[in-house]
């Protein structure tokens, strides 16, 4: 067990370590997956969870979190899915389509687990839904995107243009729900204009990549999926992971960083487990 990342110190004198975290991440992982396999949904491991998954066979030691990718068409399955089948003993989760305070530039839905706390570093675009803060798996949308970069570089920086005021409006405590809309509609418009494209990448609301270096790869190098080693399950990740993770992560991904740099870096606060009043 590693104690070695430590997230916080409970008025109690407890503490609380990555790992722990890791505990209640992976359960969130597995049922997420069962209920995927369930249904025929393709999702897979992305960003530093499935750079765990290669590099470390499970979670990267200091990373506090976890996210999932999966097509548009997945997930607008993956909507209709849990509107009947949320463990909503467990589970609860937050998007645009259920929650007109969402803020669309966060990834595109967060499952949250019922009975924890998590309060993220990021202030400007902190959780504005009302029913709950608990820990949560990200999922991220992936669509068809166009290689030509005369093609993609102006939408992106209308993409910018979009989330400015967003942020604007988010901070003066205006919900924007028509302008995150438009916003969505101009995404999935830009996705449809390529949809024979051999190319994919984030949906183009995720605008925290530089408009010049998007991460962008080829579809063939995602699909088919594969099964891989994570703590002690088997999850899906993309089929050519080199490629992949040199966009994602960069092309150093299989080298960890400086010891300096190995710290969890998206958790504020936390409670494992919040007391009913």
Partial sequence: MNDKYLLKTNEDGSKVYVHDVHKVLL??????DALCEKHGIDYYLTAGTCLGAV???GFIPWDDDADISMRREDYNKLLEVLKEEMPNDKYYYQCIDTHKEYNVLIPAMKIRRKGTYLREVNSLLANKCKDGDGIFVDIFVVDYVSDKKWIDIPCRFIAYIFAFFIVLFENLRMNPYLLKKLFIRFSRFYSDCNKHSDYIGYDLTWVFY????????????VYPLKKHTFE??????PKNTKPFLDV???PSHMT???LKMRAPKHIADIILEVKEK
Wanted: aromatic share 10%.
């Fill in 210 to 221: 530089p408009p010049f270096k998007p991460v962008i790869y080829r579809k063939d190098d």
């Fill in 55 to 57: 590099r470390h066979n």
């Fill in 27 to 32: 359960e969130m992982l597995k049922d997420i």
């Fill in 256 to 258: 960890p960083p400086p």
């Fill in 248 to 250: 994602e992560i960069a």
């Fill in 232 to 237: 002690d399950a088997q999850l899906w990740i």
